[in-house]
C-alpha cells in the first residue's frame, strides 16, 4: 500500500537562539520506514541557507486517530448494539397497529406514524448519547486518558448526530415493516441495513 504524502513548507528569518549554549541540533522527527522495512521515509526536513532556516515537513492538521486520543464518538461504539432495541420497537409499532386489522395503512397515516417513531426515538438517541459522551469524557479525564481536544459546539453535535442516526434508523425499520409486512424479516432487514455496517 503506498502512501502519499502532502507537503508544506515554511521559512524562518531572524531566529536567534536564547539561553542555550552550542550550536543548533538537528533532529529526524516523523521518518517512517518503507515498504522493504529498513529505508527511513522522511516526509520532511530543514536547510538552513542565508540565515533562514527553510522547514518541509507534512502530516495532520489536527488529531484523526486514537494515537492523538480519544475522540468522543468513539465513546458511542455501543450505540449500533444499543440501535437493535430501537429498531425492534419501530417494527413493532407498526405490526401492532396491524394485528388490529388496519391492513394497508393509508399514507398519511403511515407518514404520522414515521413521525411519531422518529421523534420518540430522536428523544431516545438524544437522552442516551447525552448521558454517554459527557459521563465519558469525565470518566476519561477522571482517569487522565489522553483525549482529543473536543470543543462543546463538537460535542453538542456528536450527541445531536447519535440522535438523529437513532430517529433516521427507526423511521427505516417501520418503512420496512410496512414494505414486507412481517416483523421477523423487518428487523432482520433493519439490522442488516443499519447495526451490521
Not at 62 to 87: K, Y
Not at 126 to 143: D, W, Y
Request: net charge neutral; glycine share 14%; proline share 5%.
Amino acid at each position: 500500500m503506498a502512501k502519499a504524502f502532502a507537503q508544506a513548507t515554511a521559512t524562518f528569518d531572524q531566529i536567534t537562539p536564547q539561553g542555550a549554549n552550542g550550536s543548533w541540533r538537528h533532529d529526524d522527527a516523523g521518518a517512517v520506514l518503507e515498504s522493504d522495512g529498513r529505508t527511513p521515509h522522511h516526509p520532511g526536513g530543514v536547510v538552513e541557507s542565508g540565515g533562514k532556516l527553510i522547514v518541509t515537513g507534512g502530516g495532520a492538521i489536527g488529531p484523526a486517530t486514537v494515537e492523538g486520543g480519544m475522540r468522543a464518538d468513539l465513546l458511542l461504539i455501543g450505540g449500533a448494539s444499543g440501535l437493535i432495541p430501537v429498531l425492534v420497537a419501530a417494527v413493532t409499532f407498526f405490526t401492532a397497529d396491524h394485528r388490529r386489522g388496519r391492513i394497508g395503512l393509508p399514507a398519511r397515516r403511515l407518514a404520522a406514524e414515521a413521525a411519531v417513531v422518529g421523534a420518540v426515538a430522536f428523544v431516545a438517541g438524544l437522552v442516551a448519547s447525552g448521558v454517554v459522551v459527557p459521563a465519558g469524557l469525565a470518566v476519561l479525564r477522571a482517569h487522565q486518558n489522553p483525549i482529543q481536544p473536543i470543543t462543546l459546539g463538537t460535542e453538542v453535535r456528536v450527541i445531536v448526530g447519535f440522535a438523529a442516526l437513532t430517529a433516521a434508523a427507526a423511521v427505516l425499520a417501520l418503512g420496512l415493516a410496512a414494505l414486507v409486512e412481517r416483523g421477523v424479516a423487518a428487523v432482520g432487514l433493519a439490522v442488516a441495513l443499519v447495526v451490521v455496517p
